[in-house]
């Protein structure tokens, strides 16, 4: 760790640094952006649910079906 604080072209960064980072990649922070009120539909995090392999259903799969089938998506 000294090493690469020895280094002037390297600086540590703080959390703001990896807010920005997180935010521009669209990604949520679980406690802030998320948490166990809030269901992958509702925060927007469709893309990170794996879709089904034939009869393979994950927990909580029927009440995210249901929730989609409500909103009509």
Same mark, same amino acid.
């Given at each position: 760790?000294?090493?690469?604080?020895? /280094?002037?072209?390297? +600086?540590?960064?703080?959390? #703001?640094? %990896?807010? +920005?980072?997180?935010? &521009?990649? =669209?990604?949520?922070?679980? @406690?802030?952006?998320?948490? &166990? #009120?809030?269901?992958?539909? /509702?925060? #927007?995090?469709?893309?990170?649910?794996?879709?089904?392999? @034939?009869?393979?259903?994950?927990? #909580?799969?029927?009440?995210? &079906? +249901?929730? %989609? +089938?409500?909103?009509? =998506?």
């Amino acid at each position: 760790m000294d090493l690469l604080l020895a /280094d002037p072209r390297i +600086s540590p960064a703080g959390l #703001g640094a %990896r807010d +920005s980072l997180r935010l &521009e990649a =669209g990604l949520c922070l679980h @406690g802030n952006d998320i948490d &166990e #009120g809030r269901n992958p539909l /509702d925060a #927007g995090l469709l893309w990170v649910v794996r879709k089904l392999a @034939g009869d393979h259903k994950y927990l #909580g799969y029927d009440a995210l &079906e +249901s929730k %989609r +089938s409500a909103k009509g =998506g």
